[in-house]
């Protein structure tokens, strides 16, 4: 953003909202200074460079989130960190799934809930799962975690032995928040971004926050009795700020720890039988428009 577009954006926003305009206005003027500041960070590691045979992303997932919730799971008792390639799950993807990795990604499975996956879906994968396109829930306003453990366990049955990898990626702990919703009714309808500008209680959002992380949780233990694999490895694309160093929520290219700093549990799972998952092609795939799913998902 040049300094002429900063002044028209700040001066639209301040006769929009008055305080709360310029307030943000500042606040994504300071995001710009964040990211050329990047060069001076370490870079973060790409998953395919860690060893997994399931890969469970959690999106926007903060470290000291699933720190809280740990003991109540079994399944994280091996917790570590990693260092995301990214802040966004967009630019996640394509360093991801990049062109160098392309053998790796031959030989998985991608099954995703995530609004960007469209970006990598002529990767060459084994299959390709963009449950967004037809998982989508008015209601809930996002993809339910159930329909995504439904999805992963019907294709890693199907699909047995003729993979190595698999990611399954969840949309939660991101907002909005299915066993606890929370929201604003203003521009800043975000909750983060409400929350940046001053508005909304700090404890009432993160109480929603773990609800929604231990909700995604509690699937994710149904996924690990229904599916096999050696290593399983719990993580995220990437973290969310709640006003470290002026970030909120997660903007693209800022490379400060609390949304650069992922969870990175591994355990192991096995195929138990214990659920029999719900055939998604007979549920409603949700009607609303793009544009109302973005907003839903905090994007406009």
Known sequence: MSFRDFLHTTREWTDEEGLLGLKYAINQA?????RRSSPLFEDGTNVYEEDWDLLLILDACRV???EEVADEYSFLNAPGTMRSVASTSIEWMEKTFADEYSDEIENTVYVTANQHSSSVK???FVDFENVYDYGWDDEAGTVRAEVITDVSIEVGREYGDEYDRMIVHYMQPHFPSIPKPIGHGNKFDNVWKGLMVGRGDE???WESYIANLRYVLNQVE????NIDADTVAISADHGNGIGEWGVYEHPVGIPTAAVKTVPWYVTNA???GTRDPEDI????AGTTSPEQRLKSLGYL
């Open 64 to 66: 000291d989130a699933i």
């Open 30 to 34: 300071w995001m710009g200074v964040l």
């Open 122 to 124: 002529d990767r060459p």
């Open 203 to 205: 404890n009432e959002i």
């Open 270 to 272: 096995t195929d138990e």
């Open 281 to 284: 092609s007979t549920t409603d």
């Open 222 to 225: 149904v996924l690990l009795e």
